[in-house]
């Protein structure tokens, strides 16, 4: 298609307020399970709440600097101007960009107390970041016990959760854009973030800080279920699957365990992820495929070599067609 050529200087802002007319639809495909615009709790809809005011408040004085350009463009420059000089300097220059301010300054300082406000029962969940995988970790509770996993989150629909949120390498970033902000994990340092749910959902997270050549497949799926449905949960996690068969042997015999938690065993001193109740994860490889058995056949050919190049696990590890069998059926059958 011929784009017809902005002829003048005068018709440039023209074309270019076109071209943001011409573009808000696009705004429509602001929603899904991975849009801070379609949000699914209290953070996330101050948060969104502040976009839209921040989005249409900002639009609003572009039209109107936008109809003062073009009135000054195509204003007869043989007639007085109009606008009385100094009261329209002090106007448009010093008081209404001081109350703008003033107003978003009042706005940002309430909403900011909004999302941070804590609370004292809430559900406490430990995230710790990894190139390029994600450790969950419930802490035990008057009536829970621990339950360790990765890659995958549950929370309960309506109850306040305080992330505790770490990092074992580089600093990432832990995002569930659906549910609130996002907050920086730092080696060395606890950072928190406050989030709930108002309705089940699964919603994708993703790192938000460049954290290598994965970055940007180092994701997770955050589910949200109803509270009763969230501690059945909790509890089956609690309970070590089996981990029996042909495939435990070459699993350990390939030196998978060293690394890797399966079944109620811990890992013997590597830090994997741990692979307990694997068959019940939406992905492999955090969120670089659905988990399928193709694509579980796929990354154990190569350790992923192929799926996520860089990861930290030894990636030149390449297993023959019985072996990837026997490790997917094991690891199938941790439900
Ligand atoms: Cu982790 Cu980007």
Same mark, same amino acid.
């Given at each position: 298609?011929?784009?017809?050529?902005?002829?003048?200087?005068?018709?440039?802002?023209?074309?270019?307020?076109?071209?943001?007319?011409?573009?808000?639809?696009?705004?429509?495909?602001?929603?899904?399970?991975?849009?801070?615009?379609?949000?699914?709790?209290?953070?996330?809809? #101050?948060?969104?709440?502040?976009?839209?005011?921040?989005?249409?408040?900002?639009?609003?004085?572009?039209?109107?600097?936008?109809?003062?350009?073009?009135?000054?463009?195509?204003?007869? $420059?043989?007639?007085?101007?109009?606008?009385?000089?100094?009261?329209?300097?002090?106007?448009?220059?010093?008081?209404?960009?001081?109350?703008?301010?003033?107003?978003?300054?009042?706005?940002?300082?309430?909403?900011?107390?909004?999302?941070?406000?804590?609370?004292?029962?809430?559900?406490?969940?430990?995230?710790?970041?990894?190139?390029?995988?994600?450790?969950?970790?419930?802490?035990?509770?008057?009536?829970?016990?621990?339950?360790?996993?990765?890659?995958?989150?549950?929370?309960?629909?309506?109850?306040?959760?305080?992330?505790?949120?770490? #990092?074992?390498?580089?600093?990432?970033?832990?995002?569930?854009?659906?549910?609130?902000?996002?907050?920086?994990?730092? $080696?060395?340092?606890?950072?928190?973030?406050?989030?709930?749910?108002?309705?089940?959902?699964?919603?994708?997270?993703?790192?938000?800080?460049?954290?290598?050549?994965?970055? #940007?497949?180092?994701?997770?799926?955050?589910?949200?279920?109803?509270?009763?449905?969230?501690?059945?949960?909790?509890?089956?996690?609690?309970?070590?699957?089996?981990?029996?068969?042909?495939?435990?042997?070459?699993?350990?015999?390939?030196?998978?365990?060293?690394?890797?938690?399966?079944?109620?065993?811990?890992?013997?001193?590597?830090?994997?992820?741990?692979?307990?109740?694997?068959?019940?994860? $939406?992905?492999?490889?955090?969120?670089?495929?659905?988990?399928?058995?193709?694509?579980?056949?796929?990354?154990?050919?190569?350790?992923?070599?192929?799926?996520?190049?860089?990861?930290?696990?030894?990636?030149?590890?390449?297993?023959?067609?019985?072996?990837?069998?026997?490790?997917?059926?094991?690891?199938?059958?941790?439900?």
């Amino acid at each position: 298609m011929r784009v017809p050529a902005v002829r003048s200087a005068r018709e440039r802002p023209a074309a270019c307020f076109l071209l943001l007319l011409v573009a808000l639809p696009g705004l429509a495909a602001c929603s899904g399970t991975q849009s801070a615009l379609d949000p699914h709790g209290p953070v996330a809809d #101050s948060i969104a709440t502040t976009w839209w005011v921040l989005f249409w408040g900002a639009g609003a004085i572009l039209a109107l600097v936008m109809g003062l350009v073009l009135y000054a463009m195509f204003r007869d $420059p043989e007639r007085k101007a109009r606008l009385p000089h100094l009261p329209f300097l002090v106007g448009a220059g010093l008081v209404f960009p001081t109350l703008v301010l003033t107003a978003l300054v009042v706005f940002g300082t309430l909403v900011g107390r909004d999302i941070t406000r804590a609370s004292d029962d809430a559900l406490v969940i430990e995230v710790t970041g990894h190139q390029w995988w994600w450790e969950v970790r419930y802490p035990a509770t008057a009536d829970a016990p621990e339950v360790v996993t990765a890659n995958e989150l549950h929370l309960p629909v309506g109850v306040p959760v305080e992330f505790v949120i770490e #990092s074992a390498d580089v600093v990432h970033s832990f995002w569930i854009p659906n549910l609130g902000g996002k907050v920086d994990m730092i $080696p060395g340092r606890s950072n928190t973030l406050r989030l709930e749910a108002s309705r089940p959902g699964r919603f994708r997270a993703q790192c938000a800080e460049f954290c290598g050549a994965q970055h #940007s497949r180092m994701g997770f799926i955050a589910i949200a279920t109803e509270a009763d449905e969230f501690e059945r949960w909790r509890r089956a996690r609690a309970v070590a699957p089996d981990a029996s068969g042909p495939g435990l042997a070459r699993f350990d015999a390939l030196g998978c365990s060293g690394c890797h938690a399966l079944g109620g065993r811990p890992a013997e001193g590597g830090t994997g992820p741990v692979l307990a109740h694997f068959a019940e994860r $939406p992905t492999v490889g955090a969120g670089a495929a659905a988990n399928t058995p193709g694509a579980l056949r796929a990354w154990l050919a190569d350790h992923g070599a192929r799926m996520k190049p860089g990861s930290l696990g030894p990636a030149q590890r390449r297993l023959d067609d019985a072996d990837v069998e026997a490790i997917a059926r094991l690891l199938e059958q941790q439900r």
